[in-house]
């Protein structure tokens, strides 16, 4: 009788980093199944992925998740009570910034640059997560100004909502520059100068 090889195996945590790295760089509607095939390797299959993955879908809302609970961390500042709100919201900024920019995976923020070019009714869920974890972080940075009115820092006056969504803008704005190889040097001079806003809506 003929032995049968072993079956061809794959660690499935370092398959979803390699798939991450193909959505970051391509976008979900960009990559294809025969290129998430490949970057996979080991031989794998197309019987073999699905019952791994499931589908397409179901390994890029692995991978969003994944991504959150990873690279996404450097936004947590936004939530850390025992930053005052200004360095909450310029450390949030620069991590992110310099995660955007290193070496060893794709440049700028798979939430910004992950998101399908033109999601229709029946396929927008599929950008949702991505949805949401921009929201969640606008809300960090409203979060962030709110409290500095709230504890003096700011004018009663100032405009929340404006300044918070000026910080957000900036950020998902990063990685467009990112992606152009702006030097972070020049990036964090940016910030530099952005914080500024902050200073101008500061109570003499």
Same mark, same amino acid.
């Given at each position: %009788?003929?032995? %049968?090889?072993?079956?061809?195996?794959?660690?499935?945590?370092?398959?979803?980093?390699?798939?991450?790295?193909?959505?970051?760089?391509?976008?979900?509607?960009?990559?294809?199944?025969?290129?998430?095939?490949?970057?996979?390797?080991?031989?794998?299959?197309?019987?073999?992925? #699905?019952?791994?993955?499931? $589908?397409?879908?179901?390994?890029?809302?692995?991978?969003?998740?994944?991504?959150?609970?990873? #690279?996404?961390?450097? *936004?947590?500042?936004?939530?850390?009570?025992?930053?005052?709100?200004?360095?909450?919201?310029?450390? *949030?900024?620069?991590? $992110?910034?310099? %995660?955007?920019?290193?070496?060893?995976?794709?440049?700028?923020? %798979?939430?910004?640059?992950?998101?399908?070019?033109?999601?229709?009714?029946?396929?927008?869920?599929?950008?949702?997560?991505?949805?949401?974890?921009?929201?969640?972080?606008?809300?960090?940075?409203?979060?962030?100004?709110?409290?500095?009115?709230?504890?003096?820092?700011?004018?009663?006056? *100032?405009?929340?909502?404006?300044?918070?969504?000026?910080?957000?803008?900036?950020?998902?704005?990063?990685?467009?520059?990112?992606?152009?190889?702006?030097?972070?040097?020049?990036?964090?001079?940016?910030?530099?100068?952005?914080?500024?806003?902050?200073?101008?809506?500061?109570?003499?």
């Amino acid at each position: %009788m003929t032995k %049968m090889g072993r079956p061809r195996t794959f660690d499935r945590q370092k398959a979803i980093e390699q798939a991450l790295h193909l959505f970051w760089e391509q976008g979900y509607e960009s990559t294809s199944l025969s290129q998430l095939k490949a970057q996979i390797g080991n031989g794998i299959t197309a019987p073999s992925f #699905y019952a791994a993955f499931g $589908s397409k879908e179901q390994l890029f809302q692995e991978v969003v998740q994944f991504y959150i609970q990873s #690279y996404s961390k450097v *936004t947590d500042s936004l939530w850390d009570d025992n930053l005052s709100p200004k360095e909450a919201i310029e450390q *949030t900024l620069r991590r $992110s910034t310099q %995660m955007q920019c290193e070496l060893g995976h794709p440049k700028g923020c %798979m939430v910004a640059l992950g998101i399908m070019s033109a999601p229709t009714a029946e396929n927008i869920h599929i950008a949702q997560p991505l949805t949401d974890a921009r929201a969640r972080t606008l809300k960090g940075f409203t979060r962030c100004v709110q409290r500095g009115v709230d504890a003096g820092y700011l004018l009663e006056n *100032t405009n929340v909502q404006a300044l918070s969504n000026t910080f957000c803008s900036f950020l998902f704005g990063i990685s467009i520059s990112a992606r152009d190889d702006a030097e972070l040097s020049v990036l964090n001079d940016a910030i530099t100068e952005l914080m500024k806003l902050w200073t101008l809506a500061e109570k003499s």
